[in-house]
């Protein structure tokens, strides 16, 4: 399939805002009143990315993904929508995200995404999916389909 670019159907993109004061910064990555209830999250970790380090490309069957890109350096963020059932199917989105421009991603099942660190410094990523890796006590299949390893994958990272 050839993918076009534009905004894809159900991906929200949420600037942040970074309240300052003397102590340092806060930022708040989600709010469970401005998720819908399937999205809300159930678990979090945090990542960090080495500059032209990517991460991805991979989709979930069931979990949807909350990413918090605050920094400290700039991501360039790829979504792929392969979901038949979408008014967006076949639709590419790139944005650059992090430290200038601190933003929430929420990403939906059938959404295929990755990332890769564009900045020059190691840089962090906050994930808050609504599902639990591996399942209840790391017991289940992990919700993940991996596009990276394959060479005719049409979901490749353009500079």
Known sequence: MDYTDGEIHDVVVKELRKFSDRRGWLIEIYRSDELPEAYLPT????????????????????????????????????????????????????????????????????VVHAYKNVGPKPGWVINCPNRLYAGEGKKEPVDEIRHEDDPESPFQLVD
Do not use: C, N
């Open 43 to 110: 678990m979090s970790y945090i990542s960090e990315t080495l500059p032209g380090v990517a991460r991805g490309p991979h989709e979930h069957v069931d979990q949807t993904d909350t990413f918090g890109f605050v920094g400290p350096s700039t991501f360039r963020l790829y979504l792929w929508d392969r979901r038949e059932d979408s008014p967006t199917a076949g639709r590419r989105m790139i944005m650059e995200v992090g430290e200038e421009k601190p933003a929430a991603v929420t990403i939906p099942p059938g």
